[in-house]
């Protein structure tokens, strides 16, 4: 387990890397999902007599 880990040695760079991504990618969901419903409520908004 402990050589899957150091990915060949290079896990102290591997590791970094695929938790800097999940950042960015769980990062750029709440984005998202925040700019979605800023947009519903605008559009609910404009809906209204």
Known sequence: MSG???MGGY???????Y???V???GAA???TL???AR?????AALERP
């Open 29 to 31: 969901v709440v984005l």
């Open 23 to 25: 950042l960015l990618l």
């Open 19 to 21: 938790g800097v991504t």
């Open 39 to 43: 947009a519903r409520a605008r559009l």
């Open 4 to 6: 899957f880990l150091a």
């Open 34 to 36: 925040r700019a979605h």
């Open 11 to 17: 896990g102290a760079y591997i590791w970094p890397a």
